[in-house]
């Protein structure tokens, strides 16, 4: 079972940056593909971003493509969010989500554990 505590989230204004962390308590992090969603009141849990398990291949959904950097550090444990220019559409609730194995996924469903979510606000 991994455990996924996400922090970091707040509230910031439009333009703002933010920058979130994901600790696993997984000691073998190294072996699972990691992802961010985000969830909007009323929407659908939507895909942010996802970093394979060596950090080498990284993706993006459009919407946040040369706003958002996705990294990890294997040694600590730790997913992170880099989030700059931030803007009022990217209000939600921010998941952390683990899978195990090398290939990753856009999808939701085909990942393993979630984090409790921690709350993006960009707002005035």
């Known amino acids: 079972q991994v455990q996924l505590v996400e922090s970091g989230g707040g509230l910031v204004q439009p333009g703002g940056s933010l920058r979130l962390s994901c600790a696993a308590s997984?000691?073998?992090?190294?072996?699972?593909?990691m992802a961010w969603f985000r969830q909007a009141p009323g929407k659908e849990r939507e895909f942010v971003s996802a970093?394979?398990?060596?950090?080498?291949?990284?993706y993006y959904a459009d919407s946040v493509k040369g706003r958002f950097t996705i990294s990890r550090d294997n040694a600590k444990n730790t997913l992170y969010l880099q989030m700059n220019s931030l803007k009022p559409e990217d209000t939600a609730v921010y998941y952390c989500?683990?899978?195990?194995?090398?290939?990753?996924?856009?999808?939701?469903?085909?990942?393993?554990?979630w984090g409790q979510g921690t709350q993006v606000t960009v707002s005035l």
């Open positions: 970093i394979i398990r060596g950090g080498g291949g990284k």
């Open positions: 997984e000691r073998t992090f190294d072996a699972y593909g």
């Open positions: 989500a683990a899978r195990f194995g090398l290939y990753l996924s856009y999808a939701a469903p085909d990942y393993d554990y």
